[in-house]
């Protein structure tokens, strides 16, 4: 297992970076930075490994996510050595690549990667807007196009608008999407042409407290979502729990709180095993906690 976070004094700091810490036999190895190329802050490392075994490290740079800029670096040998840090796409007007959230790779091995912006928009109000969009790589990574910004009735949202989407290929070219809001719930677009346009954005039934999250499909076909099921915009980070889904999102009767109490516990991500599936997330701002469990696991708390 490989996890990378962003860490320093304060997020936003001048002295954050990205870091990285690896677990072999149940062991996790000390924590060492990975990537500090100038004085302004680091932001949203996001691990993918593509199916030629190569482990991409993208990560945001910039002194806000109104304005930053995403980095990557690539490693042949499990994270044990890294090429040097370039910019993904050379100084666009929208940060490109996975901006919270890994890429996936769909059936006929194009790379999705789940994309938003934070920008100051006119009419928003003085906070801006947020918007979502989802990058298209047909040539392994190599390069990167921009999809348009995914539509939505702001009218029908309060607040600034969705970001942070993570994404599911169900078959081949029907691609989903869930995002974090600022309306109390959980968002969700669809595609049928393989992830080159999309459904105007709706709500779900899932609650949102404009906190992120993140997806997995499982080897049965079996969506584990995690998230703070808090339905409040900027509302409580706990608990943190793992919800299963088996008829692609429409319902998620199996669900499992790996966090409750007091405290932030946040910002997840989740990826499959063999097991089953494997989390990370921020606990309480003061660490990196992991979380390790079967399909299993979380029916039986059901």
Same mark, same amino acid.
């Given at each position: ?18 870091? =990285? ?7 996790? *190895? /000390?924590?060492?930075? !990975? ?18 075994? !190569? !482990? ?31 910019? $993904? @796409?050379?100084?666009? &007007?929208?940060?490109?690549?996975? !901006? ?7 059936? &006929? ?27 298209? *790589? ?9 999809? &348009?910004?995914? *539509? ?7 607040? $600034? ?8 290929? *169900? ?20 595609? @049928? ?12 039934? $899932? /609650? ?17 979502? @995690? ?28 669900? =499992? ?46």
């Amino acid at each position: 297992m490989l996890v990378a976070w962003f860490g320093g004094t304060k997020e936003q700091h001048s002295d954050v970076g990205i870091w =990285l810490s690896d677990r072999f036999e149940a062991r996790w *190895s /000390p924590p060492r930075r !990975v990537a500090k190329i100038n004085d302004q802050p680091h932001w949203n490392p996001v691990l993918f490994r593509d199916p030629a075994g !190569v !482990v991409h490290l993208y990560f945001k740079v910039g002194p806000s996510a109104r304005q930053w800029w995403t980095w990557l670096m690539r490693s042949n040998d499990d994270g044990a050595t890294w090429s040097e840090p370039v910019e $993904l @796409v050379q100084r666009d &007007d929208r940060p490109r690549g996975p !901006v919270k959230n890994k890429p996936i790779v769909l059936a &006929d091995g194009t790379w999705l990667a789940p994309s938003s912006i934070e920008t100051d928009t006119p009419g928003a109000g003085d906070e801006g807007a947020w918007n979502v969009f989802v990058d298209r *790589s047909e040539d392994g990574g190599r390069t990167w196009r921009a999809g &348009d910004l995914i *539509s939505m009735d702001r009218a029908d949202f309060a607040g $600034l608008g969705v970001i942070q989407p993570t994404l599911w290929e *169900s078959q081949p070219d029907h691609v989903h999407m869930l995002m974090r809001s600022t309306c109390g719930r959980i968002c969700r677009s669809d595609s @049928v042409d393989g992830g080159r346009t999309w459904s105007t954005v709706y709500a779900t039934d $899932l /609650p949102n407290n404009n906190s992120g999250l993140d997806l997995a499909k499982l080897d049965d076909g079996a969506l584990a979502l @995690v998230y703070n099921p808090v339905e409040a915009n900027w509302g409580a980070r706990s608990p943190l729990t793992i919800a299963l889904s088996h008829d692609n999102g429409l319902t998620w009767p199996d669900r =499992l709180d790996i966090e409750t109490g007091d405290g932030e516990f946040s910002y997840p991500a989740i990826i499959a095993t063999r097991k089953g599936m494997a989390v990370t997330y921020t606990w309480k701002r003061q660490r990196i906690a992991y979380w390790h469990g079967s399909v299993e696991h979380v029916r039986a708390a059901r």
